[in-house]
């Protein structure tokens, strides 16, 4: 059962708060987001067909020449260094057919969705067999004032109740975790 109530959850809110933050993110995000998160992110991407959602100002996938960046937020996609393809969209209402992309990453983005479980059904709906999702997260209760923090027993459930097959739940360190997981092949 769930306690506390987010802060930032769902669209709206999300929408709200990262057209605000907008002009100050990179600035906050620098000190944040760890090089080496950046790093292990970026050497789990498979493939080419690469969806980058919730790409914010391109951070993780900024420079990809062929990936898809899609983001809620219009001030964070204006201020986006991209190389591949930016869409303002909600990953919850996606405009591409199933089963397009070999990666989609959620870099800092899953825990906003309404609903994981249905996000997670998204996902493996537009993964081609073989793709993976990954994702990074925050890992500990202490942000759970601000945004939805999910375990390790929860990410499994999501992403087998949407036909994915967990690979691995990691801790980066006391505030991240990385989650990766796969649609079957058959
Ligand atoms: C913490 S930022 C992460 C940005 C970028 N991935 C990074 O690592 O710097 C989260 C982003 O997810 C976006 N977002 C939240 N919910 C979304 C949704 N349902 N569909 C698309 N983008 C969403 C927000 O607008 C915001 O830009």
């Known amino acids: 059962m769930r306690t506390t109530v987010p802060v930032v959850q769902g669209a709206a809110k999300a929408l709200r708060f990262f057209d605000r ?12 987001y760890q090089r080496q998160w950046l790093k292990r ?9 690469i969806l980058d959602v919730g790409v914010g100002t391109g951070f993780t996938t900024g420079h ?8 809620l937020s219009r001030e964070m996609l204006k201020r986006a260094r991209y190389q591949g393809h930016l869409i303002r969209a909600d990953v919850m209402h996606p405009p591409f057919r199933p089963g397009v992309f070999d990666t989609i990453i959620f870099a800092g983005s899953f825990y906003y969705l309404p609903s994981p479980e249905a996000g997670a059904t998204i996902t493996a709906n537009l993964l081609r067999p073989g793709g993976r999702v990954i994702i ?17 027993e929860e990410y499994r459930q999501f992403m087998e ?19 990766i997981a796969e649609r079957p092949t058959s």
């Open 21 to 32: 933050i907008a002009p100050w993110y990179d600035r906050i995000n620098v000190r944040i």
């Open 41 to 49: 992110v970026r050497a789990e991407i498979h493939g080419l067909r």
């Open 64 to 71: 990809l020449t062929a990936s898809v960046g899609i983001d």
């Open 136 to 152: 990074l997260s925050p890992a500990t209760r202490l942000l759970a004032l601000f945004v939805r923090v999910y375990g390790p």
């Open 161 to 179: 109740g949407a036909g994915l097959r967990p690979v691995r739940y990691e801790r980066l360190n006391w505030a991240a975790c990385l989650v």
